[in-house]
């Protein structure tokens, strides 16, 4: 069977009480079905302690959306990889297409980022994908291969074991429309083949999640995909039945 992580990110949703019990739902189902693939659901900040503490004795993995690269310091607002480690936190979403539009976040930052996380025992969920502009100037796998190179700079080959990698097309997230089986593919093998031009000895292994507009009705078709190994779900992610119906199918898949 394929290695599989289906993670949750649900950005700036819910109030404390909507997402306890969202995560409640979520481990109760968990709990009933033996599972072979990894869950893991990317809370807000806020709701990362309660939850860890709800979710300890679960199968469910945390994560968070986002982090600094500097383990402390006077950073007003931010919250740095050891402090996630510290609540729990297994995971942490790095260079998610909404930071990089609305934070500007460039290739570089990114790049602390993820090396920082994996020193501190954190597995990112490096995001990556083009916009429908670059799509449509014929610069996909320019724009893919870039992001690549420049946030795995000066990666270290023994931690790539923690490294994931979510290609998202950001034209598909939030849209309700996916990118097509063929175009995932395309994009999945060309990540894969770029991988393994970098770390010949690990390119390999590295998981390659898709993200958007990915559902219950479209999982199984998605998930099926040679080269997936899961998703990175956004609005599907906020309702328990369809992010379970999202994980059912990943478990049919062999
Ligand atoms: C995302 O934000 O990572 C995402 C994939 O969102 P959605 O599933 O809503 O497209």
Redesign the pocket.
Known sequence: MKQMLIAG?W?MHKTLKDALELAYQIKNWVATNNLRVEVAICPPFAFLYPIAELIKESQIGLGAQNCHYLPEGAFTGEISPPMLVSIGCQYVIIG?S?RRTHFNESNELINKKIISALNFGLKPIF?IGETLEERKEGRTFDIIENQIKSGLQSVENKLLHKLII?Y?PVW????GISAKTEQIEEAHKFIRKTLQELYPNAGDNILILY????NGGNAKEILSISDVHGG??????LDNREFTKIIEYAEQID
């Open positions: 990110n950005k998610h909404e995001c979510a998202e598909a997230i939030g849209t993200g958007g507009s990915l990175l779900i956004g609005k599907a992610s």
